[in-house]
């Protein structure tokens, strides 16, 4: 048999008119963020120009003061926006007259409230932060900062006014202005016979806003674009939620990176400051690219939400293949940048810039993170994630300057940055990567009348299914079993039972009765009376393609065998699925099989009583064996040929005991399974890999009383006892690793991974190669005791009774030993894989297991 993958899909290249129409459809993506930023392109060039200039005609200090003072511009006059920029852009599409007049009034709100916040961060600072009052230099400047925080504030508005108008390329042209005017305007003072100080690079930046301010509305009343501008404070009437919403977004988003100069100055000095502020301009240059593409993807998606899964993907497209390679140069050429302004400035900030490269990344998830929360009208949930992001922020900046250095303050804010990538990643990515919708169900003729998403347990277990078979039974046939399942699905279609399974969205489809009718026809197939190789219908069940049916099942001559989808359950649920429509097809009634409750946070509760109130126990709880890399050996072609091989024994259990009493007293039957499996692969020349082995182990355990869990809920960790031929080492090992709940950590972190990536509805490819002289890699699998399938409908006694339980994949050099008891008889089946491993000998590794277990341990001894 051949490894079932999903077929590769192959698009057709489109043709030059496909692309030219698929580029015309985002003009006003590419027109605008491309104006914005190339705004941010002409401001960092003019901004780098501008620094690398006062670097050389201005003392140190005056350039720490003048960044700061910067900073602190930029810092308030974003607080001092109030939300408006971004309201503004939300509303300017909806409003057909009277757009300047909300304009004007949301100008004056920003400035007076930035003044407002200017003079009581100079109060403040003038109290309290000495380091940060004498960056003031004295009472002029403190004026002239409070007036540029309130210009600023209202720039900034006027600039977002120009995105909401659609108007990018009209606040280009104003900041080209501004980068201009204000490096005119030092240079200028770089002439005059006085030192430079702080008051006066901070003097250049704000004549720059006003000039280019004014230049920016003599264009605009050129082109007749201006109505009126009276203040009417009544058109903010019925906005206020939207505008806090927005203001409190804003400044937990752009706030702490603001203010990070301010806390170089505060924590380490502004010397420090001078030569960080430098390399944060740089950082400003990558993030301009996610930034700008991110407000303009708010802008375009405003009145048209339905584009915005076709924006997302555009954008994050632009951020890569824009933005990514920029970083990786910038952080290969960090010492090199900050040397050009200066050698000092180099030896300071150097590392500290290619530190800061690393959170391009996250910049961009957090960036469209917000766009999108603002399309869909998540404003105030997106805020309270960023306020908690933001003082995680600057506590950790804070925690960095006051204990470190620089590199270990931006080495703090980039991990929490990483940290918010992770948490906001999973939203970006459900919109550009949503559920392809499944269209096999209505080309069947399928009619499916409603679905139910799978939790993230299910869909982890997706790709994996496993093989029950049970037999001879009297009175059980296709057509009965058939009618037990048309009595469950008539008595509850939404059943994951009777469901269809769409793999590629991870949802469980419902069906109507006739779609149901026809569909379980091809569900259940009839092998006849028989006689019957129940191994073979085992083997045809593992070789068949996954398809819709969570469950496959063959009856014939006596036996029954089920293959079912592990997000439909592990041995637990089988069991009772099993047995329920044994009895239900014998009984010739509906199955009844009561649905348990989605308990989708049993695991976070289990793990939390395990770990969450014992810190002392963390360590032990995240600490993992992985299992060794494969040696190194020649290879040769190889190609899947799952295959299984069973035992079974009415008196070996006895046996067994009888040897643990004498020798192991309390380790379990199934360690003497394991050890001796180990031991007669070795005594017919196989060479199992003893450096350790993957037990599977179910969680159920650790949950509270009265919680059931009918999905998959076990793992299977890879544990390494001092002898695998030695059931005592097998035993302390599994029973120390149980004792730690190692599992619920690993249950934990495979439903994260699921949560951040999706998961794929079919296993991977297997491999086309493997060693040439295979060593088993080995999984044991304890089903426990079956003995409640007693009941059923025996046409034998218990030792000529089969109850056989088979994954369906494994590994090229895989063997997985599976064991379960019932009514006193030891079943053993052994899956692996015919083109690795001679059947036939794996056939007789069972067969002495099953004859003289104690036999093959005392050699090994």
């Known amino acids: ?35 914005l930023m190339a705004t941010t392109l002409l401001t960092s060039l003019f901004g780098f120009a501008y620094w690398w200039v006062a670097a050389r005609v201005a003392p140190i200090d005056a350039v720490g003061e003048a960044s700061a003072a910067v900073a602190a511009m930029t810092t308030i006059g974003t607080i001092g926006m109030f939300g408006m920029g971004t309201m503004l852009i939300g509303a300017l599409p909806s409003i057909p007259r009277g757009k300047w007049d909300l304009i004007s009034t949301c100008l004056l709100t920003a400035g007076t409230v930035a003044t407002v916040g200017g003079i009581a961060y100079v109060v403040v600072a003038d109290l309290w932060i000495p380091s940060l009052r004498e960056a003031f230099g004295g009472t002029a400047g403190m004026i002239l900062l409070i007036v540029g925080i309130a210009l600023n504030a209202m720039t900034l508005v006027l600039d977002e006014a120009m995105v909401g108008l659609l108007q990018g390329p009209l606040q280009l042209m104003r900041n080209a202005w501004f980068s201009v005017i204000k490096l005119v305007l030092l240079a200028l003072a770089a002439l005059l016979p006085f030192t430079l100080t702080g008051e006066i690079l901070l003097l250049t930046w704000v004549a720059g806003i006003v000039m280019s301010t004014a230049i920016l509305f003599r264009t605009l009343r050129k082109r007749g674009m201006i109505d009126s501008m009276r203040p009417r404070p009544g058109l903010m009437r019925g906005r206020g939620k939207a505008t806090f919403d927005h203001n409190l977004l804003n400044l937990a988003t752009y706030l702490p990176r603001a203010a990070l100069p301010l806390v170089v100055t505060a924590t380490l000095s502004k010397e420090v400051n001078a030569a960080f502020y430098t390399a944060f301009m740089v950082l400003s240059f990558l993030a301009m690219v996610p930034g700008n593409v991110a407000i303009t993807l708010f802008a375009v998606t405003a009145g048209d939400k339905a584009a915005l899964r076709s924006k997302v993907r555009v954008g994050l497209l632009i951020c890569l293949i824009v933005g990514l390679p920029a970083a990786l140069v910038v952080y290969g050429l960090s ?103 499944d269209m096999s169900a209505a080309a069947e003729g399928v ?27 009297t009175g059980v046939t296709a057509d009965r079993v058939r009618h037990a399942l048309i009595g469950l699905h008539a008595a509850d279609p939404t059943h994951r039972a009777v469901s269809r399974l769409d793999r590629s969205g991870a949802r469980w489809q419902h069906m109507d009765a006739a779609s149901f009718a026809a569909f379980v026809q091809h569900a259940v197939t009839d092998l006849g009376p028989g006689p019957v190789d129940f191994d073979a219908m085992t083997r045809q069940l593992q070789s068949e393609p996954r398809a819709h049916h969570p469950l496959r099942i063959l009856v014939g001559g006596g036996y029954f065998a089920l293959k079912v989808s592990h ?46 109130l014992q810190p002392g126990r963390w360590k032990e709880g995240l600490s993992f064996a992985r299992p060794p890399h494969p040696e190194e050996s020649a290879t040769r072609p190889w190609q899947a040929d799952l295959t299984v091989r069973t035992a079974r024994s009415g008196r070996v259990l006895g046996q067994m005991r009888g040897w643990r009493d004498d020798h192991a007293p309390g ?42 869990i009918d999905s998959n809920f076990c793992m299977g960790p890879f544990l390494t006892p001092q002898s695998l031929t030695d059931p005592l080492a097998i035993h302390t090992t599994l029973k120390a690793e149980l004792a730690t709940g190692r599992i619920l950590t690993m249950l934990l972190l495979r439903e994260g991974k699921i949560l951040l990536t999706g998961a794929p509805g079919m296993p991977d490819p297997y491999p086309t190669e493997a060693p040439v002289e295979p060593r088993p890699s080995l999984t044991f699998s304890n089903q426990g005791r079956h003995d409640f399938l007693s009941d059923l409908p025996w046409a034998v006694e218990p030792a000529g009774r089969i109850n056989q339980s088979v994954p369906t994949l494994n590994g090229p050099e895989g063997i997985t030993l599976t064991t379960s008891e019932m009514n006193g008889v030891l079943h053993l089946e052994a899956t692996f894989h015919a083109s690795t491993y001679d059947p036939a000998l794996i056939a007789r590794a069972l067969d002495l297991v099953c004859t003289d277990p104690a036999g093959l341990i005392m050699a090994r001894r």
């Open 1 to 35: 048999m051949t490894a079932t993958d999903a077929a590769p899909q192959h698009a057709e290249s489109p043709g030059k008119s496909g692309i030219f129409a698929a580029l015309k459809g985002h003009v006003d993506l590419f027109l605008n963020a491309g104006s």
């Open 335 to 437: 010492d090199f940048i900050m040397s050009l302004f200066s050698s000092q400035y180099a030896d300071l900030a150097g590392n500290a810039l290619a530190i800061l490269t690393l959170s391009y990344l996250p910049f961009v998830f957090h960036h469209f993170f917000l766009a999108i929360s603002r399309v869909q009208n998540r404003l105030r949930g997106a805020g309270i994630f960023a306020c908690f992001a933001g003082v995680a922020e600057l506590g950790a900046a804070w925690y960095g300057g006051t204990t470190g250095d620089l590199d270990t303050l931006v080495t703090a804010v980039v991990v929490v940055m990483a940290i918010e990538m992770v948490l906001v990643a999973p939203m970006v990515l459900k919109v550009v990567f949503a559920p392809v919708v």
């Open 447 to 473: 009619n499916v009348v409603s679905t139910t998403s799978m939790t993230l347990r299910e869909r982890s277990w997706l790709p994996l299914e496993y093989i029950r078979t049970v037999g001879p039974l």
């Open 567 to 612: 997000a439909y359950g592990d041995a637990g649920p089988v069991g009772t699925l099993v047995h329920e429509l044994v009895q239900a097809a014998y009984e010739q009634r509906p199955a009844r099989i009561a649905p348990s409750r989605r308990h989708r946070t049993a695991l976070v509760k289990a793990w939390w009583k395990q770990f969450g």
């Open 667 to 708: 380790v379990t039957t199934s360690a003497i399974t394991f050890a001796a499996f180990t031991s007669a692969l070795i005594e017919l020349g196989l060479r199992p890999d003893l450096r350790g082995g993957t037990f599977l182990a179910d969680a159920r355990r650790y949950l509270d009383k009265g919680v059931s």
